[in-house]
T-cell receptor, first 113, second 114 residues
Framework: GENVEQHPSTLSVQEGDSAVIKCTYS??????FPWYKQELGKRPQLIID?????GEKKDQRIAVTLNKTAKHFSLHITETQPEDSAVYFC????????????FGTGTKLQVIP | EAGVAQSPRYKIIEKRQSVAFWCNPI?????LYWYQQILGQGPKLLIQ????????DSQLPKDRFSAERLKGVDSTLKIQPAKLEDSAVYLC????????????FGQGTRLTVV
């Protein structure tokens, strides 16, 4: 089955700096890659996603890049703010008869004011 | 906007006891997922329903865990008997059947087995 690895497990940045989280996946048939943000004690919520026919997607301060050949994708957060502090999960999704989503292990991002 | 509803929010039980969690997905979402999230880890899929049929239960410990989704709407997840290692947050999520769509999560049930 699909295996998603995520690095780093923890990340501390100064407010205003950029943060990058990287994920790799094993199944080349995966075609959808969502990123979820989970604040302490709250539910995971989708912040951005990318499909396999696209190499990069941006939404304000957040961007995701996808390299299908290398089977890795990354989340980039620019001009970080304290409210960006949370755990971020990448996921890889394979659509066949049904959508199968596999999550990474998470990155705890701390933005230091 | 109505989201995914789960209950209870918290549950403490002794090992070997049984427990049940309930989930009400977003209206119109045919796909329902139950995830187990152990502290410090990513969500791990336990079981996935499409309408009221199971499409993936490969990681469900079937000797102690069971789940059902009657009438293709609400779902319950049961653990019997519970073990200490079952302590985790149990997340329910739902999505449309359309491929490559967002999964919406509930608040989760935090289970502590003592």
């Amino acid at each position: 089955g699909e295996n998603v690895e995520q690095h780093p497990s923890t990340l501390s940045v100064q407010e205003g700096d950029s943060a990058v989280i990287k994920c790799t996946y094993s199944d080349s048939a995966s075609n959808y890659f969502p990123w979820y943000k989970q604040e302490l004690g709250k539910r995971p919520q989708l912040i951005i996603d990318i499909r396999s026919n696209v190499g990069e997607k941006k939404d304000q301060r957040i961007a995701v890049t996808l390299n299908k050949t290398a089977k890795h994708f990354s989340l980039h957060i620019t001009e970080t703010q304290p409210e960006d502090s949370a755990v971020y999960f990448c996921a890889a999704s394979l659509s066949g008869g049904y959508q199968k989503v596999t999550f990474g292990t998470g990155t705890k991002l701390q933005v230091i004011p | 906007e109505a989201g995914v509803a789960q209950s209870p929010r918290y549950k403490i039980i002794e090992k070997r006891q049984s427990v049940a969690f309930w989930c009400n997905p977003i209206s119109g979402h045919a796909t329902l997922y139950w995830y187990q999230q152990i502290l410090g880890q990513g969500p791990k899929l336990l079981i996935q329903f499409q309408n009221n049929g199971v499409v993936d239960d490969s990681q469900l410990p079937k000797d102690r865990f069971s789940a059902e989704r009657l009438k293709g709407v609400d779902s319950t997840l049961k653990i019997q008997p519970a073990k200490l290692e079952d302590s985790a947050v149990y997340l329910c999520a739902s999505s449309l059947v359309v491929p490559n769509t967002e999964a919406f999560f509930g608040q989760g049930t935090r289970l502590t087995v003592v």
